[in-house]
């Protein structure tokens, strides 16, 4: 009996010892928790409204890509498996810790397609950048965001994005294109600099095959396909009799069939809109054009072309395919692009200064949405995913914003002046901040979202700090 007691009081010391044991371990082996500090929300600051309404460059149309660094160059710029990452919470030195986001994660999360976690909808405020006072990124290296749960990468050092209207990812989002030097969408390394018979800044992916690119001949006076896989380049429509011809002057898309395109071109010294057809290669429409003629494209349905600049060069006109009139839509177009509300209904979105609003092209009503944002550049290249645009303001922010199509039924007047809309719900999704200083054109971020929105890519001088290159920001995938 008492060998039993003795034994029995042995075995509790072991357990006891065991299970302190085991506690000891879990505490020391678990990992910490990331305990960023939280957003710090201020009042918004005051944007500068010096900036035009409609400032695109025409130095943009001509100019070739900067020569600057090859980022497969050298082996430390090239990348490797993963990309060094940065912690980008108010907490963080920027050096790497052991309370760091491995890289491990974020490429097990990448190699998830199907489980991006969105940014969670909410009213925009305006949101400090811990980063504002840290060195530039280097090529190929990343910050990581847990509050917004996405990583921003710097691909190039010098080269950089065209337009937010200008998809640079192709189809499948494998390819990246900067000025006619291709880019992989995985690591960002140099892939090629393809010689193709299209001009730089009037290459645009195909909607449909991740291999072709659009766009004007380098001779101005045909529209070509270039396909990668072959290298080799077909002329669809010859524009004989006209010349200087672009996609649009430089921000004009494909619908989304790959079909129809709007080209603008020259001729006897006037200029004119030209409606294509790609899959007949036929022109099925023209329209002389105004002096103050801005820009002009098709809608991604293909039913509706907008041409902006008329007598004044933020008016702008709703067509049909054939560029017969159908109405005025306002007399100040703001930076913008096609796309789709929460309910399908095709719209022309835009930012200004007070709210991103949309009109709906198919009865012109005008729904103001996100409020705050402030002005800067639109991107609804997200064919994939319908009802959001991506802004990149010249405040600074980075997001998406919902084109709700939920509203009240109050009236109110905002921009564009003069003109009354309905207010659609206040949601954005923040992918983080551009970080660029806006002294010039070149280095105003012009933010352009891939096909899912799950990445956008902009340009970016880092405060001034640094060189304008490119950066593509990612919704990383949910747990």
Not at 121 to 148: E, H, M, T, W
Not at 305 to 314: L, T
Request: charge should be neutral; charged fraction near 20%; include cysteine.
């Amino acid at each position: 009996m008492n060998h039993h007691i003795k034994y029995f009081k042995v075995m509790n010391k072991l357990s006891i010892i065991l299970l302190m044991t085991l506690l000891v371990f879990s505490f020391q082996n678990c990992g910490s928790f990331d305990a960023e500090n939280s957003i710090n929300f201020s009042s918004q600051s005051d944007v500068s409204s010096t900036e035009p309404l409609n400032e695109r460059d025409n130095s943009k149309e001509n100019s070739s890509p900067s020569p600057g660094l090859s980022e497969n160059e050298t082996n430390e710029n090239t990348p490797s498996g993963s990309n060094p990452i940065v912690d980008e919470s108010e907490n963080s030195s920027g050096s790497s810790s052991e309370n760091d986001k491995p890289d491990e994660m974020v490429n097990e999360q990448q190699n998830e397609s199907s489980k991006y976690k969105y940014g969670n909808g909410r009213a925009y405020q305006n949101i400090n950048d811990p980063s504002k006072s840290k060195s530039p990124l280097s090529v190929y290296q990343s910050v990581y965001n847990s509050d917004f749960n996405t990583k921003t990468t710097r691909i190039s050092r010098e080269n950089r994005h065209h337009y937010s209207k200008r998809q640079a990812f192709n189809s499948d989002e494998t390819l990246i294109n900067l000025r006619g030097q291709i880019y992989s969408a995985q690591n960002y390394s140099l892939v090629s600099s393809h010689q193709s018979a299209i001009q730089n800044i009037e290459r645009n992916w195909s909607n449909l095959s991740p291999h072709i690119i659009y766009g004007l001949s380098s001779d101005q006076k045909s529209f070509v396909m270039y396909n990668l896989n072959t290298n080799s380049n077909e002329e669809l429509i010859s524009f004989t009799g006209y010349s200087k011809c672009s996609l649009g002057s430089g921000e004009g898309n494909i619908s989304t069939d790959d079909r129809y395109a709007f080209i603008d071109c020259n001729k006897n010294g006037k200029k004119y809109g030209l409606s294509i057809d790609l899959k007949e290669k036929r022109i099925l429409g023209t329209i002389e054009l105004d002096k103050a003629y801005n820009w002009g494209s098709f809608s991604q349905s293909g039913k509706y072309i907008i041409i902006q600049g008329f007598e004044i060069s933020n008016r702008a006109f709703l067509y049909d395919k054939s560029l017969n009139l159908i109405r005025k839509v306002t007399d100040k177009l703001y930076h913008g692009d096609f796309g789709y509300n929460d309910k399908g209904e095709e719209v022309y979105a835009a930012i200004s200064w007070d709210y991103i609003h949309y009109f709906r092209l198919s009865d012109n009503q005008l729904v103001f949405t996100a409020k705050g944002v402030g002005h800067g550049h639109l991107s609804c290249r997200n064919i994939l995913r319908p009802g959001w645009c991506y802004y990149s303001s010249f405040g600074g922010a980075l997001g998406a914003a919902k084109l709700s199509s939920n509203s009240s039924t109050k009236s109110v007047s905002g921009s564009p002046p003069g003109q009354k809309g309905i207010v659609g719900l206040n949601l954005v999704e923040p992918m983080g901040f551009h970080r660029s200083g806006g002294s010039s054109y070149d280095a105003q971020a012009k933010l352009s979202v891939s096909p899912s929105g799950t990445k956008a890519i902009f340009n970016s001088n880092w405060y001034e700090k640094d060189k304008v290159g490119a950066y593509v920001s990612e919704f990383l995938q949910g747990q």
